[in-house]
């Protein structure tokens, strides 16, 4: 399964809504997660099946969408929040992430 | 608190092999399975292997099957990755995690900071 992520780049400004998307090529169900990756950082676990915020993750984190599309959105964003972010689906093996958001200060 | 540290990366010429461990605390390793995961340098996230809490159920991305192999040491809360016939594009950062999914593997809650591997003559 291809997951593909668009923009590849987002330029925002602090405070702005961010709004991320990962397509996949077959349904993968809810079966789909999001991760954030600073750079010299491991990845974080952000959201899980979909639309589940994992442990001590902020409220202006979503994610949205089932089946082939699904959304990430940073309702306002924080200094913290530039990063790049990937998109993993594990409905079926190999699982796969996608190419990855860089969203980076305008 | 969940900690990952992975250890034995390194700097080697193709065709070499290498092995990886990654060393779980704070949390009862026997229940989760486990993975690893690689990121080339200025790449993106690579799925590499899984296993399954009694090493039932082992899984391989196809760019490494036959030459990786993934196993796991329970009584000591340790994870493994064995590299042979290492080729320049297995150069990267790889990542043990922990697997959170409990009926559906594929869910990495927790990373390791992990281990660069090097493969270059």
Known sequence: IVLTQSPATLSLSPGERATL??????????????????????????????SNRATGIPARFSGSGSGTDFTLT???????????????QRSDWPLTFGGGTKVEIK | EVQLVE?????????????????????????????W??????????????ITTGST??????SVKGRFTISRDNAKNSLSLQMNSLRAEDTAVYYCARDGGNSRLGLFDYWGQGTLVTVSS
Do not use: H
């Open chain 1, 21 to 50: 998307s990962c397509r996949a090529s077959q349904s993968v169900s809810s079966y789909l997660a999001w991760y954030q990756q600073k750079p010299g950082q491991a990845p974080r676990l952000l959201i899980y099946d979909a």
């Open chain 1, 74 to 88: 940073i309702s306002g964003l924080e200094p913290e929040d530039f990063a790049v972010y990937y998109c993993l």
């Open chain 2, 37 to 50: 995961v690689r990121q080339a340098p200025g790449k993106g996230l690579e799925w590499v292997s899984s």
């Open chain 2, 57 to 62: 159920y082992i899984f391989y991305a196809d």
């Open chain 2, 7 to 35: 250890s034995g990366g390194g700097l080697v010429k193709p065709g070499e092999s290498l092995r990886l461990s990654c060393a779980a605390s704070g949390f009862t390793f026997s229940s989760y399975s486990m993975n």
